[in-house]
C-alpha cells in the first residue's frame, strides 16, 4: 500500500504529516511560493485518501512510521525534513529514530512524552466513541482547538465535513495507537539541533507551562505562536512559513 500524496515545489524535500482526524489538506493555507523546497504533503495511514490497509495489532504508530518509509523509498529521497502535526509529529520523532535519512524535524502542536495515565483513558474513550457517537466526537473535538475560529467558520466546517469521512475503525486504531506511544526525549537530547518545536500560546491540548517544563533542561528551540491554538497552520500560517524556510532551508 503507497500513502496518498502529493508534492509542491522544488528543492530539499520536507514531508508534511498531519494531525488526528486531519489530512493533507490541511496545508492548504501554506503557499508554494513562500516554501523554498519540496513539500511532500502525505495522507498517514486512515485518514484522507491512504487506506489503513494490514495494519498491525495492536495498534501503533510504528506502522505508520513504516508506510511513511515505504513511501520515502518510492520517491527514491536519500534524506528528508518532517514537519509534523500533533499526531504526525509522533510519527515523526518514529521516523528520526528509525530512519537515518531523516535529518530536521519540526513538532508543530506536538510533543515528544508519552501520554500520562488520564490522557490514556481519554485515548481509550475517543476509540469508543468512534464506534458509538463518531459524528458527536468529530463536531466536538476540532472546533475546540481553534482559538479564535468558531464552528461556524468556513475552516473548521471543512475540517468537520472531512473527518466526517473516516470510518470509527480508523478514528479508533488511530487513538490507540497514540495511547501506546513511547517517551523519544532521548531523541531531542542527542540531536538538539535537529528540532524545532513551534506550539501555540492558546493551545488547549499542550499548556505553556507543561511544555516549558518539560524543555527546560534540553537544549532545543521552542518557538510561541501568540495567536494561535492547537491549528497554527490555519491560525498563523505566514509566521509558520517564515519559521519553516528559516528552520529547513
Not at 134 to 140: A, D, G, K, P
Not at 212 to 221: A, D, G, M, P, Q
Amino acid at each position: 500500500m503507497l500513502l496518498h500524496h502529493t508534492t509542491l515545489g522544488t528543492g530539499a524535500p520536507v514531508l508534511f504529516l498531519h494531525g488526528f482526524l486531519e489530512s493533507s489538506s490541511m496545508w492548504e493555507l501554506l503557499k508554494e511560493k513562500d516554501l523554498p523546497f519540496k513539500a511532500v504533503l502525505i495522507d498517514l495511514p486512515g485518514h484522507g485518501a491512504s487506506d489503513l490497509g494490514e495494519a498491525i495489532t495492536p495498534p501503533s504508530l510504528d506502522y505508520f512510521a513504516q508506510q511513511v518509509m515505504e513511501l520515502v523509498d518510492y520517491l527514491g529521497l536519500e534524506r528528508y525534513y518532517v514537519v509534523g502535526h500533533s499526531m504526525g509529529g509522533y510519527v515523526a520523532l518514529l521516523l528520526k529514530e528509525l530512519d537515518c535519512r531523516c535529518e530536521k524535524i519540526v513538532l508543530l502542536n506536538s510533543n515528544f512524552w508519552q501520554d500520562h495515565e488520564q490522557k490514556k483513558s481519554d485515548r481509550i474513550r475517543v476509540a469508543d466513541l468512534a464506534f458509538n457517537a463518531r459524528e458527536h466526537l468529530i463536531r466536538e473535538a476540532i472546533p475546540g482547538l481553534f482559538w479564535k475560529h468558531s464552528a461556524a467558520d468556513p475552516i473548521v466546517r471543512k475540517l468537520i465535513s472531512e473527518a466526517l469521512k473516516m470510518y470509527a475503525e480508523n478514528i479508533a486504531y488511530a487513538s490507540l495507537a497514540m495511547m501506546i506511544r513511547e517517551d523519544k526525549k532521548n531523541l531531542l537530547v542527542k540531536f538538539p539541533n535537529d528540532f524545532l518545536l513551534i506550539n501555540g500560546a492558546h493551545d488547549p491540548l499542550m499548556p505553556v507551562t507543561l511544555l516549558k517544563e518539560k524543555t527546560s533542561e534540553l537544549n532545543v528551540r521552542v518557538e510561541w505562536l501568540e495567536e494561535s491554538g492547537h491549528m497554527a497552520h490555519f491560525e498563523q500560517p505566514e509566521a509558520l512559513c517564515k519559521l519553516f524556510a528559516e528552520f529547513l532551508s
